[in-house]
């Protein structure tokens, strides 16, 4: 069946240092791509989504690029900030998984000042 | 503004009792979805709902229950035959619920079994 992994956390970065979050998937068809944050005690917020290979999605600095030939839509900052501290989780949809969102267990991100 | 609420925030629940969470949209999506969330953990979908009066039951629906009487509410009731319901439960809405759809959270309501 389809699923989502991401890399495990949290990951712990100071303030302005780039960062990179791991998301690869498996899907028997052409999913949507999705991320979202959480930040503590919150309900989820999409972050951004790319819908079709190469497609690249952005949103607030995030950055993140659906690379069907490594099946992986890694999410990238240049410079990330304290107010950037949240769990960031990768989630797919497709027809075969009846549209149904699936998740990535979600990585913890720290960010020092 | 238009947006999801969950109410109450926070449920204390004895053991045996039944307690029902409130999910409100005024979105006007026809999908919404109940998640819980364990802590670490990413989310498991209950149940869902695509239309009015119509849900399916998601990978955890065992010990849950939900209705779909009108298009903006959408009820969770946690049973007693739930054994481990403390969790965060969280609801959401989609427009149509198609795969290239958004879905968009509420506040979340924290369940905890005393």
């Known amino acids: 069946g389809d699923s989502v992994t991401q890399m495990e956390g949290p990951v712990t970065l100071s303030e302005e240092a780039f960062l990179t979050i791991n998301c690869t998937y498996t899907a028997t068809g052409y999913p949507s791509l999705f991320w979202y944050v959480q930040y503590p005690g919150e309900g989820l917020q999409l972050l951004l989504k790319?819908?079709?290979a190469d497609d690249k999605g952005s949103n607030k600095g995030f950055e993140a690029t659906y690379r069907k030939e490594t099946t992986s839509f890694h999410l990238e900052k240049g410079s990330v900030q304290v107010s950037d501290s949240a769990v960031y989780f990768c989630?797919?949809?497709?027809?075969?998984?009846?549209?149904?969102?699936?998740w990535g267990a979600g990585t913890k991100l720290i960010i020092k000042p | 503004d238009g947006g999801i609420t969950q109410s109450p925030k926070y449920l204390f629940r004895k053991e045996g009792q039944n307690v029902t969470l409130s999910c409100e949209q005024n979105?006007?999506?026809?999908?919404m979805y109940w998640y819980r969330q364990d802590p670490g953990q990413g989310l498991r979908l209950i149940y869902y709902?695509?239309?009015?009066?119509?849900?399916q039951k998601g990978d955890i629906a065992e010990g849950y229950s939900v209705s779909r009487e009108k298009k903006e509410s959408f009820p969770l009731t946690v049973t007693s035959a739930q054994k481990n319901p403390t969790a965060f439960y969280l609801c959401?809405?989609?427009?149509?619920?198609?795969?290239?759809?958004?879905?968009?959270f509420g506040p979340g309501t924290r369940l905890t079994v005393l």
């Open positions: 989630a797919l949809s497709e027809m075969d998984s009846n549209y149904q969102l699936i």
């Open positions: 790319a819908t079709k």
């Open positions: 959401a809405s989609s427009k149509a619920g198609g795969f290239t759809d958004t879905q968009y």
């Open positions: 979105l006007n999506h026809d999908a």
């Open positions: 709902s695509q239309i009015v009066n119509d849900f």
